[in-house]
């Protein structure tokens, strides 16, 4: 505990008011301290707004239940997780044993690690005061993680098969495995899998709790246009949202994390998030200085516009970069069923599970086009598996061939799976006589112009190769509700650093709610196979061996074998087909008068960059 402790003027209004207890008695006993050495730019002040956008329409205010809030970095604004993964960049390698601490605010194994005990800060409090505990971690597990009717961001045995929670005292809990663990197992229970609700608020929509509520009440208990509700650990709550329009949220006066100078954060007074609709429109706003920061959905390709305005806007270009990573991948849902089903999209699929389909396919691409059209050619036209020396191909690195333009090869292979007939049109047909389509989902308004790049390869596998594919242009949560049904075969995104790849595996593998290679794939692991089918194809089936090692092993030179062996899988089946890596996977435009963010402050999907970077700690000189 630190001597004494200040606030914001906006809140000392308001207990002068007697609106609010004083400062002393909303923060915990020991409230978490945030370290001038981790701010490049010291202590900062308090006051002003941050402007931002978000990427889609929020669904609900009930993360628990698996709803998004809009992206956009609303959730690392509401949620606080047990444990933090992404500042790890800032320690030095040889001092990292695994997370940082957050909600938990220390752990410790017993001598062969089947039981981790996690302590909690203690006397932290939601934003309406009522006192953070392990009630909420309880609920959190036996009636989210547990209860297979929630729709819940981790699944039931996303600790473990067999994994057990016990209740020691008010902020300590322990978890019980079968079989000894690492410290990825830790990592899991950070963003965005280890992230309590409010059990004070929530139980009384949970139909273990009420029996005239079901389910789909639970789900929708905090719907997205109703504020009466809504809490938050995090550093600001929900006060406004404006469906379509905006989302407005302002400081939590119960914050439980302080800088050295006992001032509680976060220094902003409030956050307002405009929806992006257009990014057009977005790119637009931002060259004329409208954010505060704008770190998502900046289009690259206006570099050169970006840095000739910055000087009379007044903000300052960064690039956030995530090494070794896809920006513009093509995953293949090896289990899609589109709407109505039938069998030419039963033809269709088993075209798109095959692996010497999906080689032709990328073989057809112009990477280099993509590359310099939609990225000034600062990206590369290089595999995810760069460096992972191929023993059956020497002088390579896995997948290195099928990152090439190579029609004729592409055009052969086509031929030999029995695509050899064209229509009128000179698109392939199936032996069927079908023509085959390709359906690609491309989310609009989101990081990068994805259905411009789609659009793109359409235009390339028609001329090279032949191959008809229809673009769907989405509104993100559109897309997202596709996928969850399983409606999606063809979806473009990136994907995580690939040594990340078993602690944020959503992207490449099917566990942990990650459908992107095979929905119901990732439903079947997910439930432990009470649910879904089976993975069709044998590679899928051994990552998901693979990734259950690899969050257990306690050898960190174990786990990146383990890791790159993930990563090689996806790369021999050319599942995604990667087109463009390694640019800056933000490009950030920043206000000059914005202090305390990192420079360089690399990409981390497991932070939601730029949680990565302690926004908590972010001031506007004013």
């Not at 956009?72 to 993964?85: A, K, P, S, W, Y």
């Not at 220094?267 to 770190?295: H, P, Q, S, W």
């Amino acid at each position: 505990a630190l001597p004494s402790y200040n606030e914001a003027p906006f809140l000392t209004k308001m207990v002068e008011q007697g609106k609010l207890p004083p400062v002393i008695s909303r923060l915990p006993k020991e409230p978490l301290v945030m370290k001038e050495g981790a701010m490049s730019d010291g202590i900062g002040e308090y006051g002003g707004v941050f402007r931002h956008v978000i990427g889609g329409r929020p669904e609900g205010w009930n993360w628990m239940a698996g709803q998004h809030q809009g992206w956009g970095g609303i959730n690392i604004t509401l949620m606080e997780c047990l444990v933090r993964q992404g500042p790890l960049w800032q320690v030095k390698s040889e001092e990292q044993s695994g997370p940082l601490p957050n909600l938990a605010k220390s752990w410790n194994w017993n001598y062969n690690k089947t039981e981790l005990t996690m302590n909690l800060v203690e006397g932290a409090r939601w934003s309406d005061g009522d006192p953070f505990d392990v009630e909420d971690v309880r609920f959190w597990w036996e009636d989210n993680v547990q209860d297979e009717k929630v729709t819940s961001r981790m699944p039931k045995d996303g600790m473990g098969v067999g994994t057990t929670m016990s209740i020691v005292n008010p902020y300590t809990f322990r978890f019980n495995f079968r079989e000894s663990q690492g410290p990825a197992r830790i990592s899991s229970l950070a963003y965005i899998q280890g992230c309590p609700g409010p059990s004070h608020i929530l139980k009384q929509f949970h139909p273990r709790y009420n029996s005239s509520k079901n389910y789909e009440d639970y789900k929708n208990a905090q719907p997205a246009d109703d504020m009466s509700n809504i809490v938050s650990l995090g550093m600001f709550v929900t006060i406004v949202h404006k469906p379509d329009e905006l989302v407005i949220m302002r400081r939590n006066p119960y914050y439980w994390k302080v800088d050295e100078k006992g001032n509680q954060l976060p220094y902003m007074d409030k956050v307002v998030l405009t929806l992006a609709e257009d990014l057009e429109v977005l790119n637009l706003r931002a060259i004329a200085g409208d954010f505060t920061v704008m770190g998502r959905h900046i289009d690259i390709a206006k570099l050169p516009i970006f840095l000739d305005n910055a000087p009379d806007q007044d903000y300052r270009v960064q690039f956030w970069r995530q090494p070794e990573s896809g920006i513009a991948n093509l995953y293949f849902n090896e289990s899609w069923i589109p709407e109505g089903g039938g069998a030419e999209a039963e033809e269709v699929l088993s075209f798109a599970q095959q692996v010497e389909f999906r080689r032709a396919l990328s073989l057809g691409i112009e990477r280099d086009q993509i590359n310099e059209v939609f990225f000034l050619s600062i990206g590369e036209s290089t595999g995810l598996c760069r460096g992972f020396d191929d023993p059956n191909n020497p002088g390579k690195y896995y997948g290195e061939d099928d990152v090439r333009l190579d029609p004729d090869m592409a055009n052969a292979i086509l031929d030999g799976l029995g695509l050899d007939k064209k229509d009128s049109e000179g698109y392939r047909l199936m032996p069927s006589g079908a023509r085959l389509t390709l359906p690609i989902t491309a989310i609009v308004a989101s990081f990068e112009d994805y259905p411009g790049m789609s659009e793109m390869i359409a235009q390339h596998w028609k001329k090279n190769i032949g191959i008809h594919a229809r673009v769907d242009s989405l509104e993100r949560s559109l897309a997202s509700t596709r996928g969850q049904n399983n409606q999606t075969l063809i979806s473009i995104w990136e994907s995580s650093g690939r040594d990340a790849v078993l602690i944020t595996p959503q992207h490449l593998l099917a566990v942990a709610g990650g459908g992107n290679p095979d929905r119901l794939g990732m439903e079947w692991y997910d439930s432990g196979g009470t649910a879904g089918r089976e993975p069709v194809s044998a590679f899928i089936k051994e990552q998901q061996t693979l990734y259950v090692e690899g969050i257990s092993t306690s050898d960190g030179n174990r786990y990146l074998e383990l890791a790159r062996r993930v990563v090689e899988l996806n790369c021999e089946m050319v599942n995604p087909i990667t087109t463009v890596m390694n640019k800056p996977t933000y490009t950030a435009i920043i206000k000059r008068n914005v202090h305390n963010i990192p420079n360089p402050l690399p990409f981390s999907y497991h932070a939601q960059t730029s949680g990565n970077g302690f926004p908590e700690t972010w001031w506007i000189e004013r």
